[in-house]
Protein backbone atom coordinates (compact mmCIF):
# COMPACT_ATOMS: atom_id res chain seq x y z
CA UNK A 1 0.00 0.00 0.00
CA UNK A 2 2.93 1.89 0.35
CA UNK A 3 3.65 2.44 -3.14
CA UNK A 4 0.45 2.84 -4.29
CA UNK A 5 0.29 6.40 -3.31
CA UNK A 6 3.16 7.62 -5.34
CA UNK A 7 2.41 5.44 -8.46
CA UNK A 8 -1.86 6.99 -8.17
CA UNK A 9 0.10 10.12 -8.38
CA UNK A 10 2.64 9.88 -11.30
CA UNK A 11 -0.63 8.46 -13.10
CA UNK A 12 -2.85 10.68 -12.06
CA UNK A 13 -0.07 13.83 -13.05
CA UNK A 14 0.63 11.88 -16.71
CA UNK A 15 -3.18 11.40 -17.31
CA UNK A 16 -3.46 15.14 -15.89
CA UNK A 17 -0.54 16.70 -18.55
CA UNK A 18 -2.17 14.72 -21.59
CA UNK A 19 -5.62 16.08 -20.74
CA UNK A 20 -4.54 19.59 -20.44
CA UNK A 21 -2.09 19.46 -23.18
CA UNK A 22 -5.05 17.88 -25.41
CA UNK A 23 -7.39 20.96 -23.97
CA UNK A 24 -4.52 23.32 -25.03
CA UNK A 25 -4.21 22.06 -28.32
CA UNK A 26 -7.89 22.41 -29.32
CA UNK A 27 -8.31 25.91 -27.22
CA UNK A 28 -4.97 27.00 -29.57
CA UNK A 29 -6.76 25.02 -32.64
CA UNK A 30 -10.67 27.23 -31.80
CA UNK A 31 -8.39 30.89 -31.48
CA UNK A 32 -6.42 30.02 -34.79
CA UNK A 33 -9.81 29.78 -36.42
CA UNK A 34 -8.42 26.92 -38.67
CA UNK A 35 -10.88 24.55 -40.08
CA UNK A 36 -8.25 22.55 -41.43
CA UNK A 37 -8.43 18.43 -40.85
CA UNK A 38 -5.61 18.22 -38.97
CA UNK A 39 -6.68 20.91 -36.26
CA UNK A 40 -9.80 19.87 -35.81
CA UNK A 41 -8.62 16.39 -35.20
CA UNK A 42 -6.93 18.14 -32.13
CA UNK A 43 -9.69 20.01 -31.17
CA UNK A 44 -11.84 16.61 -30.42
CA UNK A 45 -9.14 15.56 -28.22
CA UNK A 46 -10.05 17.59 -25.65
CA UNK A 47 -12.91 15.65 -24.90
CA UNK A 48 -11.21 12.85 -24.32
CA UNK A 49 -8.49 15.56 -22.17
CA UNK A 50 -10.98 16.84 -20.12
CA UNK A 51 -12.40 12.74 -19.29
CA UNK A 52 -9.01 11.87 -18.15
CA UNK A 53 -7.82 15.56 -16.74
CA UNK A 54 -11.20 14.67 -14.70
CA UNK A 55 -10.14 11.31 -13.94
CA UNK A 56 -6.54 11.98 -13.12
CA UNK A 57 -7.52 15.04 -11.17
CA UNK A 58 -9.33 12.43 -8.99
CA UNK A 59 -6.68 9.64 -8.77
CA UNK A 60 -4.40 12.40 -8.18
CA UNK A 61 -6.28 13.40 -5.45
CA UNK A 62 -7.21 10.36 -3.50
CA UNK A 63 -3.30 9.50 -3.95
CA UNK A 64 -2.65 13.08 -2.02
CA UNK A 65 -5.03 12.65 0.58
CA UNK A 66 -3.29 8.88 1.18
CA UNK A 67 -0.28 10.49 1.73
CA UNK A 68 -1.12 12.86 3.66
CA UNK A 69 -3.08 10.90 6.11
CA UNK A 70 0.02 8.93 6.26
CA UNK A 71 2.27 11.88 6.42
CA UNK A 72 -0.05 13.97 8.98
CA UNK A 73 -0.15 10.48 11.40
CA UNK A 74 3.73 10.17 11.51
CA UNK A 75 4.73 13.94 11.64
CA UNK A 76 1.37 15.31 13.70
CA UNK A 77 2.43 14.35 17.17
CA UNK A 78 6.24 15.26 17.53
CA UNK A 79 5.22 18.89 15.66
CA UNK A 80 2.19 19.46 18.31
CA UNK A 81 4.26 18.08 21.05
CA UNK A 82 7.17 20.78 19.75
CA UNK A 83 4.77 23.29 19.30
CA UNK A 84 3.05 22.59 23.10
CA UNK A 85 6.23 22.81 24.46
CA UNK A 86 7.53 26.11 22.72
CA UNK A 87 4.61 27.89 23.78
CA UNK A 88 4.64 26.28 27.46
CA UNK A 89 8.09 27.95 27.83
CA UNK A 90 7.44 30.96 26.51
CA UNK A 91 4.41 31.57 28.79
CA UNK A 92 6.21 30.23 31.70
CA UNK A 93 9.50 32.50 30.60
CA UNK A 94 10.11 34.98 33.59
CA UNK A 95 10.84 38.31 32.82
CA UNK A 96 13.69 38.32 35.55
CA UNK A 97 17.44 39.05 33.95
CA UNK A 98 20.46 38.70 35.05
CA UNK A 99 21.87 42.05 36.65
CA UNK A 100 25.19 41.05 35.62
CA UNK A 101 24.48 39.47 31.82
CA UNK A 102 20.97 39.86 31.20
CA UNK A 103 20.41 36.16 30.84
CA UNK A 104 16.97 34.75 31.88
CA UNK A 105 16.82 33.91 35.44
CA UNK A 106 14.42 31.22 36.71
CA UNK A 107 12.70 32.99 39.24
CA UNK A 108 13.67 30.79 42.70
CA UNK A 109 16.96 30.27 41.32
CA UNK A 110 19.90 31.52 43.55
CA UNK A 111 22.67 31.84 40.89
CA UNK A 112 22.56 32.91 37.47
CA UNK A 113 22.87 29.87 35.55
CA UNK A 114 24.80 31.95 32.86
CA UNK A 115 27.24 33.44 34.43
CA UNK A 116 27.14 32.40 37.66
CA UNK A 117 26.41 35.36 39.88
CA UNK A 118 24.54 35.26 43.01
CA UNK A 119 21.33 36.83 42.65
CA UNK A 120 20.01 39.14 45.13
CA UNK A 121 16.76 40.25 45.35
CA UNK A 122 15.73 43.70 46.41
CA UNK A 123 14.89 43.81 50.22
CA UNK A 124 13.02 46.27 52.35
CA UNK A 125 15.86 48.16 54.47
CA UNK A 126 13.40 47.83 57.33
CA UNK A 127 11.37 44.42 57.22
CA UNK A 128 13.27 42.89 54.67
CA UNK A 129 10.45 41.47 52.82
CA UNK A 130 10.80 40.96 49.02
CA UNK A 131 10.43 43.97 46.96
CA UNK A 132 10.14 45.05 43.53
CA UNK A 133 12.86 46.84 41.76
CA UNK A 134 10.05 49.62 40.65
CA UNK A 135 8.04 49.56 43.55
CA UNK A 136 7.74 52.99 45.61
CA UNK A 137 6.55 51.17 48.74
CA UNK A 138 7.29 48.15 50.65
CA UNK A 139 4.25 46.01 50.19
CA UNK A 140 4.73 44.56 53.37
CA UNK A 141 5.30 47.26 55.53
CA UNK A 142 4.37 50.48 53.78
CA UNK A 143 8.27 52.01 54.31
CA UNK A 144 8.77 54.31 51.41
CA UNK A 145 11.54 52.72 49.27
CA UNK A 146 14.49 55.19 48.25
ZN1 LIG B 1 24.31 36.25 34.68
ZN1 LIG C 1 9.03 46.62 54.53
Known amino acids: MRILGPVLLALGGVLTIIGVGSFL ?14 TSTLFFLALPGMALLGIGGMITQAGYLKEVAQYTALETSPAVTTTVSAIKSALTEDDILCSSCSA ?43
Do not use: M, N, R
Not at 25 to 38: D, E, K, Q, R, T
Not at 120 to 141: N, V
Open 104 to 146: PIEPDSKFCSSCGIEITKLQCAKCHAEIEPDDKYCGSCGTTIT
Open 25 to 38: LGFFAIVSGSSSSG
